[in-house]
């Protein structure tokens, strides 16, 4: 996004016409989105058990309940 206006005036000057920056621009987006959709679902859990691979200095104590 820092460099769409940059682009986009490139194109304007290389053209004569925002179109073709238009159709790059959607095209990209198309292709986030197609991206996004093909990611794996983050329901499930991906690393299963990592907390336990954690090296001691890095966990977090857990409080025990005062029952």
Known sequence: MALGGLLGSVIYDAF?????????????????MIAILLMESTKKELIPNWEETLPEEARIPVAQSAD
Not at 16 to 32: F, K, N, P, Q, T
């Open 16 to 32: 004569g016409s925002y179109e073709i920056a238009w159709i790059l621009s959607l095209a990209a987006s198309v292709g986030g």
